[in-house]
């Protein structure tokens, strides 16, 4: 049997999906960019907590939203050039909140709250489902959408959807994405990755992609991260299916699985990062590559009325 429980968290309140017989659970924080800030699964008769979340409120505040810990990334993510793009012939200018290296990054919702449209339990899940309205609220970005995020806890771990519907009359463009960092316990040194995908993005010194892309088999059959630093996005095969990431400790003899579902406007890229701290590693879901305001690559364009839904997940074996 699974529930759903609501607990305070600072001025936010979290909600938690719980699988009883397991004791698995997701806690997801509506009120700051429908974050996913826990997720615990179950292996080997104990739970391991995947998610590098923020412990409490204040940790929230600063850490948290410092480098948009398992923020929602939408109506795009990762970088815009200089926060300036050309849109049907229109310059549009978003503010640059990355100021080191003078770009917009990671979208317009970091700190949007969300609010529950629904909220279901069973005997086979649990499943919290958000919506948001976003309306011209930045001159950088004068459109009109609504955004639906979907939860869901099974026997089968964690599945995130995202329905992103245009409901003004004028085209729209779209990038949709995640920012989850990921741990297993260890040192994110001692861990083996496997990326489906031999093909990287090559960037500037800014992190702006160049027209140009690497050949990259090193992880492709898995390979300890060791002192490797990340911060690529590499493009995946497009084709109606999944593609998966797996993360291997070998010490404790377990595999994180983040999957991803790649075809016509889906998660066709995957942004990975490895913070300082070496203990968790960011593998993030995108729909576009970076900066596919300017260079189009991924970049989805809704048509008045259209929709496009997304998932992605994470799994334990």
Known sequence: MFSIATEAFGELEVVKLVNNKTGEFASVIPGFSATINELGLYKKDKIFNVIDGSKNYNSLMSEGRAVFKGSKLFPFPNRINNGDYIFEGKKYSLKKNFPSEGHAI???????????????????????ELKYHYKEKNTGYPFELDLTVIFMLTDEGLKCTTVAKNVSDKNIPVGDGWHPYFQTGSKANDLTIKIPSECLVETDSRGIPTEKTIHDPSFIKGRQIADHHFDHCYILAEKNGISSIELYDQEKNITLIVWQETGVKKYNYVQIYSPPSRKCIAIEP????????????????????????????????
Do not use: Q, Y
């Open 106 to 128: 990671h979208g317009l919702l970091l700190e949007a709250a969300f609010t529950i449209n629904a909220k279901h339990a069973s005997e086979k899940e649990a499943s919290l």
């Open 286 to 317: 995108m729909s576009c590559m970076p900066d596919a305001f300017n260079n189009k690559n991924g970049l989805i364009v809704l048509k008045p009325g259209e929709k496009i839904n997304l998932s992605f997940g994470v799994k334990l074996r």
